[in-house]
């Protein structure tokens, strides 16, 4: 077949390394990457029958697993009820939330 270029099978690691820094540095960009995971979060829950009035119940809460408080003054209120879910799947929450 002339004019075709064999395309290897196993592509070499360096060549993946500017998109793997990409997306570390992607990561590690707080507002861009939070939003975002935040958004899949809740889009991923959402039809699960997830109640997000728990998020208002865990307003101002103190949150174990964190360390930190979770309240309406955040930035980026999909990353907080993101989080929210994501500690509920493991049984994290306070006991005033449950």
């Known amino acids: 077949m ?4 064999p ?3 196993v592509v070499p690691f360096f060549s993946l390394l ?3 820094f990409f997306f570390f540095f992607f990561l590690l960009s707080f507002p861009l990457s939070s939003l975002l995971i935040g958004r899949i979060i809740i889009s991923r829950f959402h039809g699960m ?4 009035c728990l998020s208002l119940c865990c307003d101002r809460k103190k949150v174990p697993a964190t360390g930190g408080t979770i309240g309406t003054n955040d930035h980026f209120p999909w990353v907080k ?3 929210i879910l994501f500690l509920d799947q ?3 929450l306070p006991p005033s939330c449950s």
Do not use: D, H, K
Request: aromatic share 16%; proline share 10%.
């Open 2 to 5: 002339a004019g075709c270029v």
């Open 7 to 9: 395309v290897p099978a």
């Open 18 to 20: 500017p998109f793997s």
């Open 49 to 52: 029958g997830f109640n997000l």
């Open 81 to 83: 009820i993101g989080m």
């Open 90 to 92: 493991f049984n994290l």
